[in-house]
């Protein structure tokens, strides 16, 4: 079946502009992640939702991101205000709910604030 | 917080030579481990996982690793590296919580 996809693939944008990204997950796929990796640096996890709630918001860097997803599917990432260390690729990753399952990651957006 | 380190970076190989690839963690509790690859252009995707029972997972391609419960370690192997096996490879640990922690990656570049 298809996989986890993610739109747009990339983004450029100007300091100070909103943007948003949108990730569809798997078909049945309970849980939702989103993740980034900023050059030189390691992925690091930003929110999980299960269903529409997000239990864990721990990663957000600031109250400039916020994310929700509706209907237990299409989830968006929004980043208010956007600053040149926002740049990074956007990684959502989907599997079924519990600790057991694997991650099923999409390609991500590469975001650039300029 | 726990955290993962890979401590080769980057590791280049000729085609055939053995591969081992690094992993610690840092944490006291029950892990569940994963190596995660990226091949160039391509999604991440997920190469083999540890949860319970044997040490000795098998992954993917010829890939395994072994967990070292006491060391805290997950090291990544394959005896004999192909040139299709450049990527970059992630280890990622989760606690019980759902978040991945991932390690910072490396680089393995397979000259034919």
């Known amino acids: 079946g298809a996989g986890v996809s993610q739109s747009p693939s990339n983004k450029v944008t100007e300091k100070g502009k909103d943007v948003e990204l949108r990730c569809d997950p798997i078909?049945?796929?309970?849980?939702l992640y989103w993740y980034r990796q900023s050059l030189g640096q390691g992925l690091e996890f930003l929110i999980y939702?299960?269903?529409?709630?997000?239990?864990?918001k721990s990663g957000l860097p600031s109250d400039r991101f916020s994310a929700e997803r509706t209907g237990g599917s299409v989830s968006t990432l929004t980043i208010q205000r956007t600053q040149q260390e926002d740049s990074a690729v956007y990684l959502c990753?989907?599997?079924?709910?519990?600790?057991?399952?694997?991650?099923?990651f999409g390609p991500g957006t590469r975001l650039t604030v300029t | 917080a726990q955290s993962v380190s890979q401590h080769n970076h980057h590791v280049i190989l000729s085609e055939a030579a053995s591969l081992e690839l690094g992993c610690n963690y840092s944490?006291?509790?029950?892990?569940?481990l994963f190596w995660y690859v990226q091949y160039p252009g391509q999604h991440l995707q997920l190469l083999l996982k540890?949860?319970?029972?044997?040490?000795l997972v098998k992954g993917i391609k010829g890939f395994e690793a072994e967990f070292i419960k006491s060391k805290f370690s997950f090291n990544l192997r394959k005896p004999s590296v192909q040139w299709s096996d450049t990527a970059e490879y992630l280890c990622?640990?989760?606690?019980?919580?759902?978040?991945?922690?991932f390690g910072t990656g490396t680089r393995l570049l397979v000259s034919p």
């Open positions: 990753a989907s599997s079924l709910s519990g600790q057991f399952y694997e991650q099923y």
């Open positions: 078909s049945g796929h309970t849980a």
């Open positions: 939702f299960q269903g529409n709630s997000a239990p864990d």
């Open positions: 944490y006291g509790g029950t892990v569940n």
């Open positions: 540890y949860f319970s029972g044997d040490p």
């Open positions: 990622a640990v989760t606690t019980g919580f759902q978040k991945l922690v």
